[in-house]
């Protein structure tokens, strides 16, 4: 997932731009995911609810990684950029739920940590952190991540969210911990995507 990272202009006015390069590192990441013994264990549960026709792979493609409009008329965001990488979006903070991404930019210099606000354990298996920051100095006054998580545990738990219960709260219990996963909607080109997921604690 390192490698998608930098693949995003941040500002949803700004229109993305994907190289063949890029698009290697997204299909390389979908590839590894789908080797990933919790992800096959989804694809059965989807498949056999006839959530999902065909393989997940191809659901995962088009729901976090179909680039469509959300900052006007400039084609800038995506599923995976809002959730996993973060935008920027009328001069605040939008999305940036992933630790991972989290990190990178706080070690970069261009995150700034204001503090948390709540927090769960995931009995050693991960946080849920509910807190405030600033990124390319513009503010997240409040944002939740997972912390410690795999990013295939976070992808499987907002796309059976995304499925099962769009655009609500869908409750869920981790390490024997309940919290909800809320999953928003995006409507682009007559297809619906991921236009928000994130914990609530």
């Given amino acids: ?3 998608l990272l930098d693949n995003y202009e941040p500002r949803t ?13 997204e299909n390389s990441f979908l590839d590894a995911v789908m080797q990933t013994p919790l992800m096959k264990r989804l694809e059965t549960f989807l498949q056999q609810k006839n959530l ?3 393989g ?13 409009r959300r900052g006007g008329r400039h084609v800038g965001s995506s599923g995976f950029e ?3 990488v973060g935008e920027l979006k009328d001069g605040k903070v939008a999305g940036f739920h ?4 989290f990190r990178k930019e706080e070690l970069e210099g261009d995150l700034d940590y204001k503090g948390f606000i709540r927090f769960i354990d995931l009995n050693g298996k991960g946080q849920i952190v509910k807190l405030r920051f ?3 100095n513009e503010a997240k006054p409040v944002g939740t991540v997972f912390i410690g998580t795999t990013p295939e545990l976070e992808m499987a738990l907002y796309t059976l969210c995304f499925l099962v219960r769009p655009d609500s709260s869908c409750q869920v219990q981790l390490a024997g911990k309940k919290f909800s996963i809320q999953t928003w909607t995006f409507t682009s080109g007559g297809k619906k995507v991921i ?7």
């Fill in 13 to 25: 006015t700004s229109t993305e731009v994907q190289t063949a390069d890029e698009l290697a590192e």
């Fill in 52 to 54: 999902i026709r065909g």
């Fill in 1 to 3: 997932m390192q490698r």
């Fill in 134 to 136: 600033e990124w390319l």
């Fill in 98 to 101: 992933n630790w991972l991404n």
């Fill in 56 to 68: 997940l792979r191809s659901t995962l493609k088009d729901i976090w990684f179909t680039l469509y």
């Fill in 82 to 84: 809002h959730v996993f």
């Fill in 195 to 201: 236009g928000s997921a994130y914990p609530n604690i």
